[in-house]
């Protein structure tokens, strides 16, 4: 079992910032390639970005555009997210997710075993 709890979300204004933390625990977080995806109000569930296992490997969704990074620190077991120059449609409920495709964190949420309670992100217009 892996454990996930996310924070850092809130309300931010269009233009803003926020930085996503994803503390993980149980078994050896570095077995792992971790994900964030996002839902926001009435929609799916969608991939945002992703790492693997290392933290060489980075993956993103084509509307981030440049904006988000996700990185992770294995020393401290924890993964982040940090977006910028936010936009009202990046409003949803951001979760983080660990997948054992260590290598290759694939964009498909069926293919991740755990996943985090989530955290609400609003973006003002």
């Known amino acids: 079992q892996v454990q996930l709890v996310e924070s850092g979300g809130g309300l931010v204004p269009a233009g803003g910032s926020l930085r996503l933390s994803c503390a993980a625990s149980g078994r050896t977080f570095s077995n792992y390639g971790m994900g964030w995806f996002r839902q926001g109000p009435g929609l799916e569930r969608e991939f945002v970005a992703a790492?693997?296992?290392?933290?060489?490997?980075?993956y993103y969704a084509d509307f981030v555009q440049g904006r988000f990074t996700v990185s992770r620190d294995n020393a401290k077991n924890t993964v982040h997210l940090q977006m910028n120059s936010l936009k009202p449609e990046d409003t949803a409920v951001y979760y983080c997710?660990?997948?054992?495709?260590?290598?290759?964190?694939?964009?498909?949420?069926?293919?991740?075993?755990?996943w985090g309670q989530g955290t609400q992100v609003t973006v003002s217009s």
């Open positions: 997710a660990a997948t054992l495709l260590r290598d290759r964190p694939a964009p498909r949420s069926v293919l991740y075993s755990y």
């Open positions: 790492v693997n296992w290392g933290g060489d490997r980075t």
